[in-house]
T-cell receptor, first 109, second 113 residues
Framework: ELKVEQNPLFLSMQEGKNYTIYCNYSTTSDRLYWYRQDPGKSLESLFVLLSNGAVKQEGRLMASLDTKARLSTLHITAAVHDLSATYFCGPGGGNALTFGSGTRLQVQP | KAGVTQTPRYLIKTRGQQVTLSCSPISGHRSVSWYQQTPGQGLQFLFEYFSETQRNKGNFPGRFSGRQFSNSRSEMNVSTLELGDSALYLC????????????FGPGTRLTVT
């Protein structure tokens, strides 16, 4: 059974700071998705990582994938309040897609 | 391109009743998956439909069922509602399989009293 572990589960950070969210998964997967969820809202796709070594950047967020280590990271650069949300990672491949517990990010002014 | 739509958006039901939720996927998407999201259990996969057939099922009791129509629209049904069924139910569509990029609907907030 595919298990997904996100660290940390909760992150409170100040505006302007950098931080990384980690997503570890237990079995081989050839792709990885990151989603954002605002309170009371649905999930919005952020990144689709399709190969080992894939790196994607959008604004202050950068995601990377290491399929050999079964690890993906979501790096936040110079955080701003608008990034406050819950972030989910989800390894996929074949017919499988399992989500982590989510990382609740709170950016303080 | 219109996104995934779900109806109704909010629903209040009483224990023991049954409920049907509806999901219309993005045009051209053939895979529809359903998820339950609760504060305690997080985001959990319910089932996936493709070409009117259930392709995968999560670990939920038989009270939870679904179906898909020939136009890819999907419904899920929960019978004999329990308080613990209160949750946000999310539908997601993707082109072919659940591991393609999924596009989520706004969700249906179900409250069981």
């Amino acid at each position: 059974e595919l298990k997904v572990e996100q660290n940390p589960l909760f992150l409170s950070m100040q505006e302007g700071k950098n931080y990384t969210i980690y997503c570890n998964y237990s079995t081989t997967s050839d792709r990885l998705y990151w989603y954002r969820q605002d309170p009371g809202k649905s999930l919005e796709s952020l990144f689709v990582l399709l190969s080992n070594g894939a790196v994607k950047q959008e604004g202050r967020l950068m995601a990377s994938l290491d399929t050999k280590a079964r690890l993906s990271t979501l790096h936040i650069t110079a955080a701003v309040h608008d990034l406050s949300a819950t972030y989910f990672c989800g390894p996929g491949g074949g017919n499988a897609l399992t989500f982590g517990s989510g990382t609740r990010l709170q950016v303080q002014p | 391109k219109a996104g995934v739509t779900q109806t109704p958006r909010y629903l209040i039901k009483t224990r023991g009743q049954q409920v049907t939720l509806s999901c219309s996927p993005i045009s051209g998407h053939r895979s529809v998956s359903w998820y339950q999201q609760t504060p305690g259990q997080g985001l959990q996969f319910l089932f996936e439909y493709f070409s009117e057939t259930q392709r995968n099922k999560g670990n939920f009791p038989g009270r939870f069922s679904g179906r898909q129509f020939s136009n890819s629209r999907s419904e899920m049904n929960v019978s004999t509602l329990e308080l613990g069924d209160s949750a946000l139910y999310l539908c997601a569509s993707s082109l072919v399989t659940r591991s393609d990029e999924q596009y989520f609907g706004p969700g249906t907030r179900l409250t069981v009293t």
